[in-house]
């Protein structure tokens, strides 16, 4: 079944909470580059941290890969749905934003000029499609500060291969590890099935490591500065469905301070 009705939501609450706890921080300041904050690969508890991703094709990374917010099987016929998300640490006015991570990959060079290949593995959730789906380029170790621009070769939702991304800008000496840069897409395009090539227009000056990350936005919650957010409910957020086997991780817009991210994630099923 799925939950259709106000009974059917009042009979699946209050759910199963899940604590989500780093113990370190991102690196650099948010303020000064136009992208997000991945956490993938930060120090945790719950969850522990993800590892850099398979370099060349990638993967489909899963709720069974390490770094994943930890879900259970539904039962059958049965969906995951996020009823409340709640999280605090930032020091300023910031959020978080809920993805599920569809394809990652690494082994990219800061220093090549050349069309480096890609060729990614296709996204699996929940069609293959790659609808809504956004598609990022998430640094692993840092690059150089020389600025310059890239353009990214992909497939898009309607599985037109060779549609090429407006030239955007990459190199900054604030895009380091775990920062995440939203790659645009041709116009008409709504999402991204695979990557095949990376193009940089200049070398940054160090080659760095750093991957395509493609994924589809949950939900967020804001942060008001050194405050603890009320959670926002399932009203607010939309009662989103969660895909059977999501990668569930979070990135963080604007996240600053001395305070590692915190929060809670309610899940219940119907």
């Not at 309607?158 to 895009?175: C, E, K, M």
């Not at 009320?230 to 895909?243: N, R, T, V, W």
Request: aromatic fraction near 8%; proline fraction near 7%; glycine fraction near 12%.
């Amino acid at each position: 079944m799925t939950i259709t009705t106000i009974a059917a939501l009042q009979s699946a609450l209050p759910g199963r909470l899940s604590v989500y706890n780093k113990s370190s921080l991102p690196v650099g300041n948010p303020n000064t580059y136009p992208g997000l904050v991945s956490f993938w690969t930060i120090n945790g508890t719950s969850p522990t941290n993800g590892a850099t991703p398979p370099s060349g094709v990638g993967e489909a990374p899963t709720n069974a890969t390490t770094g994943a917010i930890q879900l259970w099987t539904p039962g059958s016929g049965n969906t995951i749905y996020l009823a409340r998300f709640r999280f605090w640490g930032s020091t300023q006015n910031s959020g978080v934003i809920l993805f599920d991570r569809l394809v990652h990959t690494s082994g990219l060079n800061a220093t090549l000029t050349t069309p480096q290949t890609v060729n990614s593995v296709t996204v699996t959730r929940p069609d293959g499609t790659g609808t809504n789906a956004m598609a990022f380029i998430e640094n692993y170790v840092q690059i150089g500060t020389t600025n310059t621009t890239m353009t990214v070769s992909y497939t898009n939702q309607s599985g037109t291969a060779g549609q090429v991304s407006p030239a955007f800008t990459y190199g900054l000496a604030n895009f380091q590890v775990g920062h995440m840069v939203p790659i645009p897409l041709a116009a008409g395009d709504t999402g991204v099935r695979s990557v095949q090539s990376v193009t940089l227009a200049g070398t940054t000056g160090s080659a760095g490591n750093f991957g395509i990350t493609i994924a589809r936005m949950v939900a967020w919650c804001p942060i008001p500065g050194n405050t603890m957010m009320g959670p926002q409910d399932h009203f607010e957020i939309g009662l989103p469905a969660i895909q059977t086997g999501a990668c569930l991780f979070i990135a963080g817009a604007q996240y600053a301070g001395n305070n590692p991210p915190k929060g809670e994630l309610t899940f219940i099923e119907g």
